[in-house]
């Protein structure tokens, strides 16, 4: 039997169920998915930091990080597997609400990431290593 909105002698209380409902209700708001756009190849571990420092940034800044190039590595080759991560990438960017570019320069794969938000007129937001943003394309 379902006693929810009921009080302890089976009446109803829409008082009390109202009150109940209010205090657990959590506040939901629209946090954006952004895609972290950083360098993986050449220096790996301490690119794998950064960008693991960019997502924390991004978290902190009140979005939802997406950063394939921590995640795919874990189950695909680099040296085998590029091309497939690299579609990968383009499907996940598509479904993101932004793009942040980290970094002073772009890699190749950084570029294509940033070319295929411009074409699908994705934010775009350019940051420098220390998270600051900088309105400058790189």
Same mark, same amino acid.
């Given at each position: 039997m379902n006693t929810y909105? %009921?009080?302890?002698?089976?009446?109803?209380?829409?008082?009390?169920?109202?009150?109940?409902?209010?205090?657990? *209700?959590?506040? =939901?708001?629209y946090l954006p998915l952004v895609y +972290?756009?950083?360098?993986?190849?050449? &220096?790996t571990i301490a690119n794998t930091e950064a960008a693991k420092r960019y997502s924390?940034?991004?978290? &902190?800044?009140?979005? +939802?990080?997406?950063?394939?190039?921590? %995640?795919?590595?874990?189950?695909?080759?680099?040296?085998?597997?590029?091309?497939?991560?690299?579609?990968?990438?383009m499907v996940f960017l598509g479904k993101v609400d932004q793009l942040w570019v980290f970094g002073d320069e772009a890699s190749p794969g950084m =570029?294509?990431? +940033?070319?295929?938000? *411009?074409?699908?007129? *994705?934010t775009i937001r350019y940051f420098d290593n220390e998270c600051r943003e900088t309105f400058t394309e790189i």
């Open positions: 909105g %009921l009080n302890q002698e089976g009446y109803p209380d829409p008082t009390a169920t109202q009150a109940v409902a209010a205090a657990t *209700k959590v506040e =939901k708001k +972290i756009c950083s360098k993986y190849s050449g &220096d924390r940034f991004a978290v &902190d800044q009140g979005a +939802i990080p997406l950063a394939p190039h921590l %995640l795919l590595p874990l189950y695909m080759k680099e040296e085998t597997e590029r091309e497939l991560a690299m579609f990968m990438d =570029k294509a990431e +940033i070319a295929k938000a *411009k074409k699908h007129h *994705k």
